[in-house]
């Protein structure tokens, strides 16, 4: 079996790291193609190096550009490699152009697509990265989803259990393992006294690079109006290269930076940024990763968005959307710092995303397709059969998979109570509504 791995950007680099370390461990022949997205050392190579995995087998250097020029300018490249190497799956993760690219080449060829953090949706489709995954979804053979919240959104979608992977996010794999790596390097001290900070006391870890805030010169005065208010904060903000742009576009990186709270660092490495986080009082952010890396580090969240794909971190209570506004912004960070039952009941939020097994149940379920053929993709054979649609209430001790079979049909939702559930092959159906497709 042969496995190749798009990825383009930091985030795709730091979550793929588990899988790709899994599937050399097992032996399994694998490439790593890189689109280039991210081209600078602190956005890209370092990752590879602090994350211990091999450097990709290609880059196609597309480099940055408009979302058209960029996307096709991967779909080209992407294509020359898959008709080269021949993969049995590749493997995209998330949202970014990468997987766009990724996936709409992969299934053109006919190969299998693995979406690893499937089925997450901001229902908003003003961000590229919602139409990206989407899109990645719509063509995906199997599905390799954080939590149950997200699976129920692709079966609101109307697609197939069957394939419905839920695998944790690897992300929680890559935070515990490395965090140990770092402690065990003595990076803490080291780290820290490179970022040439003398108190390093009332931490507040700020990213942020989402068009929606730093593209728009009213949204990022606002967050840089509540900045200069929470002076009693030792902020650090490792800039992001696009929002170093903007910034001085608008006139704003100075002002920001003469702050005396305030210190603008270059990104940083993993390790280093996972000390820095976890040794955080309070993260402000509208990245999607540190979003789940807080409530894994159990550390209060305040999200600069007004809608997030991961709404399971806010209902745990680790994370707070405030969008832009500053009242709002200070108003939760004034209460996180001062109030601390609310800061411990938003530290103690359980995590959604999984033990830190991710990797391993992707490539157990990879390996599980392969041998059962399930990664080839070819025409049909069979002559479609009609079906029928229908609803019913199950009162007797009968699992989906007995269901299924007895009924030879497909369920698509359960309703325990007023309650969706996903439809796993062993849920016990007693009890409960479902709707179904029964083959004649
Ligand atoms: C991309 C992803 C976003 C992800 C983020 C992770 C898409 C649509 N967006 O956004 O989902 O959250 O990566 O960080 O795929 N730049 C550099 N050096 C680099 C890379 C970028 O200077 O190595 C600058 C360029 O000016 C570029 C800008 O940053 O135009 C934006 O880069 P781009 O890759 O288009 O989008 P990101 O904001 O990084
Ligand atoms: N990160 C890092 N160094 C930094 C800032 C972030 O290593 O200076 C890591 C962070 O731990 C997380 C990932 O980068 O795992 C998030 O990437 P980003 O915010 O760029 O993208 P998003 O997750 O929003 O797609």
Known sequence: MKIATILGT????????????????????QIILHTGQHYDKEMSDNFFRDLEIPTPDYNIHVGSGTHGKQTGLMMKGIEEVLIEEKP??????????????????????????GHVEAGLRSFDMTMPEEINRRAADVTSTMYFIPTEESALNLLAEGFSHKNLLITGNTVVDACFRHLEIAKKRGFEEESL????????????????????????KERAESIISALKELS??????????RTRHTLESFGLFDELNDLPHVHIVKPLGYLDFLLLTSKSTLILTDSGG???????????????????ERPETVTAGGNILVGSDKEVILENATKILNDEEFADKMRNAENPYGSGDS?????????????????DIKAPED???????????????????????????????VFDGDKMRFPADDLNL???????????
């Open 359 to 375: 990797a391993k149940l992707t490539v157990d379920a990879i390996q599980d397709y392969y041998k059962k053929g399930l990664l």
């Open 383 to 413: 002559i479609m059969r009609s079906f029928t649609r229908k609803m019913a209430s199950v009162d007797e001790d009968i699992t989906v998979g007995e269901f299924e079979d007895g009924h030879n049909s497909l369920i698509h939702m």
């Open 10 to 29: 930091r985030p795709e680099i730091i979550k793929m790291a588990p899988i790709i370390d899994e599937i050399s461990k097992r032996g399994i022949d």
């Open 430 to 440: 007693n009890g409960m509504m479902i709707n179904y497709d029964e083959r004649e």
């Open 290 to 308: 540190l979003q789940e890396e807080a409530i894994t580090l159990n550390v209060p969240a305040l999200t600069l968005r007004y809608n997030t």
């Open 88 to 113: 049995d799956i590749v493997l995209v993760q998330g949202d970014t152009n990468a997987v766009l690219a990724g996936a709409l080449v992969a299934s053109k060829l006919h190969i299998a697509i």
């Open 232 to 241: 009693d904060m030792n902020i650090i903000f490792p800039i992001h290269p």
């Open 193 to 216: 006294a490179e970022l040439d900070i003398e108190n390093m006391d009332n931490i507040l870890t700020l990213t942020m690079h989402r068009a929606e805030n730093v593209d728009v």
